[in-house]
DNA sequence: TTGAAAGCGCTAACAC
DNA sequence: GTGTTAGCGCTTTCAA
């Protein structure tokens, strides 16, 4: 139970250390009697560099810039703050200064200008929520320029020039909503699909949770009345009156953002304990409303796993060069008022 | 953006490097001149000592063995082997060797032997999945006098002497399945608990998943008829074809153990689609049946993730000086049909 | 093409 | 008490 190190190597070859190091990283300028004595050695035994040491030699330290909505604003984002901190503490004793950079979610202009502080920073990475599409695509240039490695979380944009995506597969997503809807929905009731105040740029990922739920159901061959409806936030007791009057029967409503506190607000003023309600993202207002059974269940974002571990590939890849993976998809979790402590503890 | 060093501070604080160490860690023999003069630099800065650089002083190599159920035995424990080998890869390179080693679960005999041997090899740590109680207990003590860290995963049995446990809430999982249960039974149907296969020494933390189940809905005030059987598996079709025979109206079961693939097998057989099943773990099988709809839902008790992060929090103890927590309980996972994909990528 | 040597930050042994 | 020094494993420079 010894580990090897290339001072051993280099005895077991008969060569020195910098021989074996030429020929570890294939610098060249290894006569090919060194490189077979060496190669011979090295096919014997199972060599790991000692990364520790590696890295050591590698003193330098590296700016991780993070990007993302300011959480006072859209407190979807607060628990982005928590991972982020996370990563702070962890990693600041390897060298690796990590900074948070708040924009206003409404503003594309605030984006803009958040983004251009970052650029004259020069950061070795960016972590980026990238909420607006084609202004992303511009800054991703600026910052591909700069040799910054760009990496993005929660927004599934295919971009280019860009190493790393950690969100969810928010069609899959949709599904799962669709199934659980299945198994708790009266027969008969109607069912109603609400976005809550989301604007164009966002949509498109928006309407893929509708697609996917909409998709189990034609799967199953139920064709349910299926209504969509668009809210914006002021609007929405004058709209929940009329969706959910008597008449219209729709008492099972899925959510496709973490707004759904609002419509749960709804139905516990209004005593409507028929309805069912599914939606996404574990906001203190909605863990309320789980736990008083007004919402059955949410579908788990974990906006905080997302963030850390889009720095955590950062950080593996400037200390240890590990690849960073182009695509991670965290698992959709399912959230009901019995094990939403289990992942609340979790987080810590 | 700079890090501080040792030598660094020593500078600013116009003593030695030697001192500043041993002021850093309280090593005594240090003026109080000295002593202040290093505290004064302390305090204005934020000093983070380069783990990296500190455990690569530490040249040492660290034994830790894992002591787990054969998984040819019991396939439960199949996923442990990749957690066990991941850590194994990522661990190589810091000095730390992870050996697995294989008992028989259904012996007692087997588990103390393969821990007398464990014991013979000196390790700086086991992490142990403890099966038998009893016989824990001793062996615990055994390893105590080596100076042997002792950790421990899925099985909550409390010991002194321990630093780790890693699993999950068994009483909170049953109160997660009989909430599900509650949601997708049909009305008026009979609720059913089937233990399979359980001896004495496992029956004990069974139970607490039944006890969960139940307090769940007796906290619901539904009086249903829960009824509970404990079945061995050679026996289980003739003992299904009484439990689900038509006149008692038993619909819904939940099985408390990863073994319910076997319950679902014998609904498929039987074309029995309006019994609702709910069970443990996603075994290849139980994995089989959720997509054919013969189960409902699975409990995810992740024993991958479990020994993967039993060994992760030694790995940080020994190279890092990170605190062990005492207790680390993993989330509660709800795995239906169209989420499942979501979670096995991840394990990638 | 090769070996020797310096140095990353930290620790610990050893002189003074 | 204090400063100096060697060395952990690896990389890189430089002289041969």
């Known amino acids: 139970m010894k580990t090897y190190t290339i001072k051993r190597i280099a005895e077991l070859a008969g060569v020195s250390k910098g021989t074996v190091d030429r020929v570890l990283h294939k610098r060249g300028k290894v006569s090919a009697k060194a490189l077979d004595k060496v190669s011979k050695v090295l096919k014997e035994i199972d060599y790991k560099p000692n990364l520790l040491a590696r890295s050591l030699k590698n003193t330098r330290t590296y700016h991780i810039c993070v990007v993302l909505p300011d959480s006072t604003i859209d ?15 962890e ?39 990238p909420l607006f599409h084609k202004e ?3 800054i991703v240039h600026k910052y591909k320029n700069l040799n910054t490695v760009i990496s993005k979380f929660n927004n599934p944009v295919e971009i280019e ?9 928010l069609y899959r997503s949709g599904r799962v909503a669709g199934n659980l809807m299945d198994a708790i929905r009266k027969k008969e009731s109607g ?58 029967g729709v008492k099972s409503i899925f959510v496709t953002t973490s707004k759904i506190h609002r ?4 139905i516990h003023d209004r005593n409507l ?21 007004k919402i059955r269940f949410l579908i788990h974002q974990n906006p905080r796993k997302q963030v850390y571990l889009g720095i955590k590939f950062l950080v593996d890849f400037f200390l240890f060069d590990k ?18 402590a289990s992942y609340i503890d979790e987080s810590k």
């Open 91 to 129: 990693f600041a004793s390897f060298g690796i200064f990590i900074e948070p950079f708040l924009f206003d979610p409404r503003e594309v202009d605030s984006f803009k200008k958040v983004n251009a502080k970052v650029l004259t920073m020069v950061p070795d990475a960016v972590l980026i929520a």
């Open 273 to 293: 304990d028929d309805v069912k309600l599914i939606g996404y993202d574990l906001l203190p207002e909605n863990i309320d409303f789980l736990l008083k059974k």
């Open 161 to 169: 020039n860009t190493q790393n995506f950690v969100g969810q597969d």
């Open 136 to 138: 992303t695509v511009q």
């Open 191 to 248: 069912i109603g699909i609400i976005h809550i105040d989301e604007d164009i740029e966002n949509a498109i990922y928006i309407k893929e949770k509708e697609r996917g739920f909409r998709d189990y159901f034609k799967e199953k061959e139920k064709s349910y009345q299926i209504e969509t409806y668009n809210l914006k936030e002021d609007e929405l007791k004058v709209k929940l009156n009329g969706i959910l009057s008597a008449n219209k």
């Open 263 to 266: 419509v749960a607000q709804y």
């Open 75 to 89: 407190s979807f984002w607060k628990p982005c703050n928590d991972g982020i901190q996370e990563a702070i503490d």
């Open 323 to 340: 690849k960073i993976p182009a695509k991670s998809l965290l698992p959709i979790d399912i959230i009901s008022s019995e094990n939403i």
